[in-house]
């Protein structure tokens, strides 16, 4: 007659089982294809040396995924002991921009453009600051003037959903305004999270305040919608599309900019863009649609 197993053996089975599989030796190419993908630091090459890794040597799959599944948990576990340390001024990150560009509309010439846009997440936190400039001059007198200031505050309440507050400051008196301020409030939601594609959408209300350059102004409740898509077209080259709409009652604005980035060398990229920005209403004698095509510098960090 069979004796019943121990309370002992069952529930040391299952720790000897695991201590097998983690002193499993794997064979000498397997392992150093895996130790070169993990010292390089990139998940999405751990990810693939580790799946053709398991289909080369099946019998040491569990084993594989093992050691990548530790590496995993001591990344994440490192990042955000870092995160939880950093101070305000610490795990900023982003890029600086400078170029050239070419209008079509209220103006038409060429000029040069600057921006800086940074960005810092935290665990719970995402903190969005942007500003630019686009100035030029012909024979001495200046043919454009443009401004703008944004930060926008995120709340993450989920891997996905976060709530969202925006501020932003525009100036450009060609195309009819001195200042321009919007607030906003409203709700996020990151619809793609992928390794090399990525899409955000947010909405909400807004306020508008516009001081004219003929001396009126406008105050007005809107509705706000944004767009920013990301596309990693290869490890040198991506796209992106970002696109808000301020629709009111008076004058409505849509703005879209699709952009090109090749890297260069080390932290130097080039990047192409093409920007529209649409007033619904314009001042009288100004053109309600504005295109601006630029080729930048830039510089991350």
Same mark, same amino acid.
């Given at each position: 007659?069979?004796?019943?197993?121990?309370?002992?053996?069952?529930? =040391?089975?299952?720790?000897?089982?695991?201590?097998?599989?983690?002193?499993?030796?794997?064979?000498?190419?397997?392992? !150093?294809?895996?130790?070169? !993908?993990?010292?390089? &630091?990139?998940?999405?090459?751990?990810?693939?040396?580790?799946?053709?890794?398991?289909?080369?040597?099946?019998?040491? =799959?569990?084993?594989?995924?093992?050691?990548?599944?530790? #590496?995993?948990?001591?990344?994440?576990?490192?990042?955000?002991?870092?995160?939880?340390?950093?101070?305000?001024?610490?795990? #900023?990150?982003? /890029?600086?921009?400078?170029?050239?560009?070419?209008?079509?509309?209220?103006?038409?010439?060429?000029?040069?453009?600057?921006?800086?846009?940074?960005?810092?997440?935290?665990?719970? #936190?995402?903190?969005?600051?942007?500003?630019?400039?686009?100035?030029?001059?012909?024979?001495?007198?200046?043919?454009?003037?443009?401004?703008?200031?944004?930060?926008?505050?995120?709340?993450?309440?989920?891997?996905?959903?976060?709530?969202?507050?925006? =501020?932003?400051?525009?100036?450009?008196?060609?195309?009819?305004?001195?200042?321009?301020?919007?607030?906003?409030?409203?709700?996020?939601?990151?619809?793609?999270?992928?390794?090399?594609?990525?899409? /955000?959408?947010?909405?909400?209300?807004?306020?508008?305040?516009?001081?004219?350059?003929?001396?009126?102004?406008?105050?007005?409740?809107?509705?706000? &919608?944004?767009?920013?898509?990301? #596309?990693?077209?290869?490890? =040198?080259?991506?796209?992106?599309? /970002?696109?808000?709409?301020?629709?009111?009652?008076? /004058?409505?604005?849509?703005?879209?900019?699709?952009?090109?980035?090749?890297?260069?060398?080390?932290?130097?990229?080039?990047?192409?863009?093409?920007?529209?920005?649409?007033?619904?209403?314009?001042?009288?004698?100004?053109? &309600?649609?504005?295109?601006?095509?630029?080729?930048?510098?830039?510089?991350?960090?």
């Amino acid at each position: 007659m069979r004796k019943p197993l121990s309370l002992l053996a069952v529930c =040391a089975a299952p720790m000897l089982m695991a201590n097998a599989e983690a002193t499993t030796e794997l064979p000498p190419p397997i392992r !150093a294809m895996l130790d070169a !993908a993990i010292a390089a &630091g990139n998940p999405s090459e751990v990810a693939i040396v580790e799946k053709y890794a398991r289909g080369a040597s099946p019998e040491n =799959a569990v084993a594989i995924k093992a050691i990548a599944d530790t #590496w995993r948990r001591d990344r994440e576990a490192a990042r955000t002991a870092q995160i939880r340390a950093a101070g305000p001024f610490e795990l #900023w990150s982003g /890029n600086a921009q400078i170029g050239g560009y070419m209008t079509t509309g209220n103006t038409e010439n060429v000029g040069v453009t600057a921006a800086l846009n940074l960005t810092r997440e935290s665990l719970r #936190w995402r903190h969005k600051l942007i500003a630019s400039a686009d100035y030029q001059e012909s024979l001495g007198l200046v043919s454009r003037e443009r401004y703008l200031f944004a930060y926008e505050p995120n709340f993450k309440f989920s891997p996905r959903g976060y709530v969202y507050g925006a =501020a932003q400051y525009e100036s450009d008196r060609f195309l009819g305004y001195d200042d321009r301020f919007s607030t906003s409030v409203g709700a996020g939601y990151s619809a793609i999270k992928a390794p090399r594609t990525t899409l /955000n959408l947010e909405v909400g209300p807004a306020f508008r305040y516009t001081s004219f350059t003929d001396s009126t102004y406008e105050r007005s409740l809107a509705a706000r &919608g944004s767009l920013d898509f990301g #596309w990693k077209l290869s490890d =040198a080259v991506s796209l992106t599309q /970002n696109a808000s709409a301020y629709v009111q009652h008076y /004058n409505s604005t849509v703005t879209g900019t699709t952009a090109l980035n090749a890297k260069l060398i080390g932290p130097l990229a080039a990047k192409l863009s093409y920007s529209v920005q649409y007033e619904s209403m314009p001042p009288i004698g100004r053109v &309600g649609t504005d295109t601006t095509s630029r080729a930048s510098l830039v510089y991350s960090f």
